[in-house]
């Protein structure tokens, strides 16, 4: 079994920034992609960032510029710095894995339990 675990959020001004910390901890042989969904109300979910395991990014056009994912491989954890944060990144934060849990199994998805970002005045 492996879980993700996120930490950070809240209640920011606009303008202002947040940090987001996501841990995948459990039966892990290998993560591949690590990254962050977002889902704002009466909205699908939609992508934020993805990063290799070799640290390429995709980033939303919505947040390019203004976000900044990173991961550490050592310790499977992914972060997300946001900065210059809009009334229009309001919504929940998921953090998302793709992870093989054995050798010749097969790459999973995971995801964590969401965390709530609001961007107001």
């Known amino acids: 079994q492996v879980h993700l675990v996120e930490s950070g959020g809240g209640l920011v001004l606009p303008g202002g920034s947040l940090r987001l910390s996501c841990a995948a901890s459990?039966?892990?042989?290998?993560?591949?992609?690590m990254g962050w969904y977002r889902q704002a109300p009466g909205k699908a979910r939609e992508l934020v960032v993805t990063i290799t395991a070799g640290g390429k990014t995709d980033y939303s056009s919505a947040v390019k510029g203004r976000f900044t994912g990173s991961r550490h491989n050592a310790e499977n954890t992914v972060s997300l710095q946001m900065d210059i944060l809009k009334p229009e990144d309001t919504a929940v934060y998921y953090c998302?894995?793709?992870?093989?849990?054995?050798?010749?199994?097969?790459?999973?998805?995971?995801w964590g339990q969401g965390t709530q970002v609001t961007v107001s005045s």
């Open positions: 998302h894995a793709n992870i093989r849990s054995e050798p010749y199994g097969t790459n999973d998805d995971y």
């Open positions: 459990g039966r892990i042989f290998r993560v591949n992609t």
